[in-house]
């Protein structure tokens, strides 16, 4: 996976259904380095901490192979990176091959593929069309979130090299098919089960310390 973008956020005010609501779903390039930290992206605008943002959510990543198949079903928006909320856009990200639990270096950062975005009303919003959320459910491209074990820079051009592969065979896909109630697969359930159990007890699934 290569960096191809990095976006960044301001929060913004929209209408939705007759109330003003805050979000920082409208996020753009920024063409300048973005610092992970452990809990947001420096400088990124996180309005609904319950849902965004923490540590295992401080940064959103999504791919470029997603935007075509995208591009078609909504070809009158303004099209840039960023479209989706993401941090970070990037090459060959592949949600059925890429474990929970991974750990890549990039950059001057080392991060953990925690979970898939599960997507909201104001994904509707952005892209002018509530559709979007059930379409976006029923597609096998989610993105994923990133736990930010050691703060760092990253900019365009930065590979994702991986340090360490999870211990347990749960791909992102698999754990957002089992979120969204798209199955009820006994080994995936029991392999998010175990998952979840390892994320609770840091010291066993998380090998490496949060870096202050």
């Known amino acids: 996976m290569e960096i191809v973008s990095t976006n960044l956020g301001e929060a913004k005010t929209v209408e939705w259904n007759g109330k003003s609501i805050q979000t920082g779903i409208y996020k753009y390039p920024t063409h300048e380095p973005l610092l992970l930290e452990n809990t947001d992206v420096a400088n990124d605008a996180v309005i609904d ?14 791919s470029t192979e997603h935007y075509p198949f995208w591009k078609e079903k909504y070809p009158n ?55 979007i959320i059930k379409e976006f459910l029923s597609h096998s491209g989610s993105g994923t979130y990133l736990r930010i074990i050691k703060k760092g820079i ?18 992102i896909y698999d754990y957002y098919r089992l979120a969204t109630n798209q199955t009820k697969s006994k080994t995936i359930m029991e392999l998010a089960s175990l998952s979840k159990g390892l994320r609770a007890d840091k010291q066993l699934f998380y090998k490496n310390k949060l870096t202050k």
């Open 154 to 171: 990253v900019k365009v051009g930065d590979v994702f090299e991986l340090k360490e592969e999870a211990n347990i065979p749960l791909t």
């Open 77 to 131: 928006l303004d099209w840039q990176w960023g479209m989706f909320g993401e941090n970070l856009t990037v090459t060959q990200l592949d949600e059925t091959k890429t474990y929970i639990g991974n750990i890549y270096n990039v950059g001057q950062a080392v991060v953990q593929i925690s979970e898939p975005r599960q997507p909201c009303f104001k994904l509707g919003i952005r892209f002018k069309d509530q559709n």
């Open 49 to 62: 901490r319950k849902h965004h943002g923490g540590l295992h959510k401080a940064c959103y990543v999504f």
